[in-house]
């Protein structure tokens, strides 16, 4: 049995249907990424995952237990975190209060939000240094370093990652896709959102949305980048290295 595993899920923003049928599973301990086109309705599906969006029929299960029917706040309790697309961090709270905030779901359990902020500022170290600088200003890589931090805060056994590389700099997406990497082999299950196909040579697994349907599921890897890409998106402009 899959940690993740949706099936026909239907979702959309009132009388606008967005996913018409997402199905898919992603594995304990794997690096999974679903890639789409803008407005394929991979946010969409991350909100439904996430419980930030109701769902309207389809199944979530997550190790088991169905978790459709579940607020958001319950599902970060069983560990599924969400990464947001653009960040999100609170601009007017410093970097410290911002990861703080991260950890709210389980504050009381001081110990661990403790080993979560040094595995946080191991693996960001620029977090540390700026520890009391408000987190609006930031860079942009910087503050995506956050939101994956203050994600990491909340104890996650399924990170939900929406284009962490949105508007960075390929060095600094090589940065961010690696800390990604280094989170997954540390034991938390990934799930990445992105339009990078830089992402795909580092997962495990890839699935591709197309118009709210999953139209391809297959083995991540080096080979599958190129080949994924041109036949889905066709866009040369969207191969690794040249965006
Ligand atoms: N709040 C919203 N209200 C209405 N339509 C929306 C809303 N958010 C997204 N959509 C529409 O849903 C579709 C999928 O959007 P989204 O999930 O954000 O795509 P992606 O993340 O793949 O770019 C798009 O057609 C978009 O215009
Ligand atoms: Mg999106």
Do not use: C
Not at 34 to 47: D, I, P, R, S, Y
Not at 95 to 112: D, H, I, M, S
Not at 158 to 172: I, N, Q, R
Request: hydrophobic share 45%; charged share 20%; proline share 4%.
């Amino acid at each position: 049995m899959a940690l993740l595993e949706v099936r026909d899920l239907r979702a959309g923003y009132g009388s606008v249907p967005v996913l018409h049928g997402v199905t898919l599973d992603v594995e304990e301990g794997s690096n999974a990424v679903l890639v789409g086109l803008n407005g394929a309705g991979k946010t969409t599906t991350l909100l439904a995952l996430a419980g930030l969006l109701a769902s309207e029929s389809g199944e979530i299960w997550f190790d088991g237990q169905r978790l459709d029917g579940l607020d958001a706040r319950r599902r970060v309790r069983r560990g599924v975190v969400l990464v947001p697309e653009g960040r999100r961090v609170f601009p007017a709270l410093t970097v410290a209060q911002n990861l703080r905030l991260g950890a709210w779901p389980r504050r009381r359990q001081r110990r661990l939000v403790g080993t979560a902020l040094a595995r946080v500022h191991g693996l960001f170290p620029v977090l540390a240094e700026r520890r009391h600088q408000l987190a609006g200003t930031l860079s942009g890589g910087e503050q995506q370093m956050l939101a994956i931090g203050r994600g990491l805060m909340a104890g996650p056994r399924l990170l939900l990652v929406d284009e962490a590389s949105l508007g960075l700099s390929p060095k600094l997406v090589a940065e961010v896709f690696a800390a990604v990497r280094q989170i997954n082999a540390d034991g938390v299950t990934v799930l990445m959102v992105e339009q990078n196909a830089g992402v795909l040579a580092g997962a495990d697994r890839a699935f591709v949305l197309q118009k709210g349907r999953v139209v391809f599921a297959g083995a991540g890897g080096d080979a599958m980048q190129k080949t994924l890409w041109t036949a889905y998106f066709g866009d040369p402009l969207a191969e690794p290295g040249r965006r």
